[in-house]
């Protein structure tokens, strides 16, 4: 039973971490203080998925 719940909770945080990115300005906004602004065009292609993927782990 604990490796079930250890897999939800990674799931759950997984996921509210991935759309606290996805639906803010959070991530373009650390990016671009530290100077990484260029690869804010590419982060759809990686946080939709993953996005998706804790969903189901979930």
Do not use: E, Q
Not at 26 to 40: K, N, Q, R, W
């Amino acid at each position: 039973m604990d490796k079930n719940k250890r897999l939800l909770r990674t799931g759950v945080n997984g996921t509210l971490i991935v759309a606290l990115c996805c639906f803010t300005p959070l991530l373009v906004i650390l990016l671009a203080a530290v100077g990484m602004s260029a690869f804010t065009g590419h982060l759809d292609v990686v946080l939709f998925p993953a996005l998706a993927f804790f969903i189901g782990l979930t």
